[in-house]
């Protein structure tokens, strides 16, 4: 089946510091997803890719599709220590005989901790 | 409205105890999944529904059982607990008609002895 490959793992940074994270996979994706899991509580979607080379922000994160749909990037500017969780990347994970495209495949997960 | 709600927050089983989690949501959502998230592992599709009476196989639905009978409920069951079913168990609802937005309950952890 289809796999994301998150990276870092895990990130280890300084309040005020930005941050890089990206998913791969080994298939074309038309959409990507962004979730934020925090500690004890399920994901929450921060922000949804549509198309190739799009750029959304959210507050102080901005995502990008990447050009080759394989790719997605995240970055969190000036971290706070909220930001601490796991942040998820998620694709759909294939067509249903209807055409629609609900099922999503996630990647592992980036841990971020922020260091007040 | 109170989103998706999982009961119970936590649960300690004996090999070979059954049980089953409770799944509601109140958004009217016909879509609703069940994945099972173990350490540094994502999350894995166990089971989903794309409306009342209709269940399919997720990722990994070994050792699980759904039903759903109503809109609102997706009650997971386990027959015969096994320490592999250890993990954090997390439903999940959307709209289903596009890849859309999934939202998810608090979780419930699990744990078999």
């Known amino acids: 089946g289809q796999q994301l490959n998150q990276s870092p793992q895990s990130m280890f940074i300084q309040e005020g510091e930005d941050v890089s994270m990206n998913c791969t996979s080994s298939?074309?994706?038309?959409?990507w997803l962004w979730y934020k899991q925090d500690p004890g509580e399920g994901p929450v979607l921060l922000i949804a890719?549509?198309?190739?080379?799009e750029l959304t922000s959210n507050g102080r994160l901005t995502a990008q599709f990447g050009i080759t749909r394989k790719d997605s990037f995240l970055n969190i500017s000036a971290s706070i220590p909220s930001d601490v969780g796991i942040y998820f990347c998620?694709?759909?994970?294939?067509?249903?005989?209807?055409?629609?495209?609900?099922?999503?495949?996630f990647g592992k997960g980036t841990l971020l901790t922020v260091n007040p | 409205n109170a989103g998706v709600t999982q009961t119970p927050k936590f649960r300690i089983l004996k090999i070979g105890q059954s049980m089953t989690l409770q799944c509601t949501q109140d958004?009217?959502?016909?879509?609703m999944y069940w994945y099972r998230q173990d350490p540094g592992m994502g999350l894995k599709l166990i089971y989903y529904?794309?409306?009342?009476?209709?269940?399919d196989k997720g990722e990994v639905p070994n050792g699980y059982n759904v039903s759903r009978s109503t809109t609102e409920d997706f009650p997971l069951r386990l027959e015969l607990a096994a320490p592999s079913q250890t993990s954090v168990y997390f439903c999940?609802?959307?709209?289903?008609?596009?890849?859309?937005?999934?939202?998810f309950g608090p979780g419930t952890r699990l744990t078999v002895l």
């Open positions: 999940a609802s959307s709209y289903g008609t596009h890849v859309d937005t999934q939202y």
């Open positions: 298939s074309i994706f038309n959409t």
């Open positions: 890719l549509y198309k190739a080379g």
């Open positions: 998620a694709g759909p994970s294939g067509m249903n005989s209807g055409g629609s495209n609900y099922k999503l495949t």
């Open positions: 958004m009217n959502h016909n879509y």
């Open positions: 529904s794309v409306g009342a009476g209709i269940t």
